[in-house]
Nanobody, 123 residues
Framework: VQLQASGGGLVQTGGSLRLSCKVS????????MGWFRQASGKSRTFVAA????????FYSDSVKGRFTASLDRVTNTIYLQMNSLRPEDTAVYYC?????????????????WGQGTQVTVSS
């Protein structure tokens, strides 16, 4: 299973970006797709997740109301729409796949990871 993340870039405070993550195949029984981010010098943290079967999204408190996670089962692609971006959102963003829906905020429960895409928000 390969995950290909894209869509990062440089944006001003208050701007928007949409990240995409293409999953190469649907044969593995992953039930949750997650988005994490890692700022320079910091640990990787949970941003959002979406349950594959229901499309139900979950968010960290820091992005709730600003970010929207969604998926397209036809193309095996998940998305992270990021609005009202802030400088503190600057990080490398990763998508990941997990078969453990109960621990969707824990990076250790994710088996497959994309390569990351840089998001930079200027003040």
């Amino acid at each position: 299973v390969q995950l290909q993340a894209s869509g990062g870039g440089l944006v001003q405070t208050g701007g928007s970006l949409r990240l995409s993550c293409k999953v190469s195949e649907r044969t593995w029984n992953y039930s949750v797709m997650g988005w994490f981010r890692q700022a320079s010098g910091k640990s990787r943290t949970f941003v959002a997740a979406v349950a594959w079967n229901t499309g139900t999204p979950f968010y960290s408190d820091s992005v709730k109301g600003r970010f929207t996670a969604s998926l397209d089962r036809v193309t095996n692609t998940i998305y992270l729409q990021m609005n009202s971006l802030r400088p503190e959102d600057t990080a490398v963003y990763y998508c990941a796949a997990s078969d453990n829906p109960l621990r969707y905020t824990d990076a250790r429960s994710y088996t497959y990871w994309g390569q990351g895409t840089q998001v930079t928000v200027s003040s």
